[in-house]
């Protein structure tokens, strides 16, 4: 669980596929494809089918990701193939743990333990000794920020919040959520940074926002695979 939570493996996945293939393709392969990784983890694991309404959500967002992502695939990057590749690896660690927070009944608090406390014991050694750093030329304000912003942020907070609605939700659905990611940033971006999405990126939106509504709908009862008893 600390191996394929949003720690060292995910992250540097998640970076160095950055540095093949433009941010476009990372939301939509690394956050569109979270949902049927969990999915699949739940077939597998668990004969356990997800629903209609989950599967049409899954198909709609996906399709909103899509097209979200088409103004930014434009940019392309110096070795597409492998950024893809890497994107829906780190996908797949990410998605282990989602089923797995579900699958072993950890509570919150414990996610935060598991996650991110070997992480650091590992990763800070390393990163002090032997890896590059570039603190020693950036101001102490941005410094601060970075830890505050990213510290909080996707340190404790995502991690935390990831756990609760797993808990709630069920994995599939949190996962279905997380797809939504490229929609929630094009949303951002106009207070934050004054961007403001194109008709096409507007229609993307439009169409993640109906998939969470179908997805918000009381599913019928959970679908499974025939017994092998």
Not at 22 to 47: E, Q
């Amino acid at each position: 669980m600390a191996l394929c939570g949003p720690g060292i493996v995910y992250s540097m996945l998640m970076y160095i596929g950055l540095t093949k293939a433009s941010a476009a393709y990372a939301g939509v392969f690394a956050n569109g494809s979270m949902p049927i990784f969990t999915a699949l983890l739940a077939i597998i694991f668990t004969k356990e089918l997800p629903s209609r309404n989950q599967m049409l959500a899954i198909a709609i967002i996906i399709t909103g990701g899509v097209i979200l992502g088409i103004p930014g695939m434009a940019y392309g990057g110096r070795d597409i193939v492998q950024g893809i590749l890497l994107f829906l690896l780190a996908s797949a660690f990410l998605s282990t743990y989602i089923y797995g927070i579900k699958k072993y009944d950890l509570k919150p608090t414990e996610v935060l333990a598991l996650v991110n406390i070997p992480n650091a014991v590992i990763f800070l050694p390393l990163w002090f000794l032997f890896f590059p750093s570039g603190l020693a030329s950036v101001d102490l304000p941005t410094i601060l920020f970075q830890a505050f912003f990213q510290g909080l942020g996707p340190g404790v907070l995502a991690v935390f919040l990831i756990a609760v609605t797993t808990i709630n939700l069920g994995p599939t659905s949190m996962a279905i959520f997380s797809s939504t990611v490229p929609a929630c940033a094009a949303l951002l971006a106009m207070p934050v940074l004054a961007e403001y999405p194109t008709s096409l990126e507007w229609s993307g939106i439009s169409i993640v926002s109906l998939g969470l509504v179908i997805l918000f709908f009381k599913p019928k009862k959970e679908l499974r695979l025939p017994s092998s008893k």
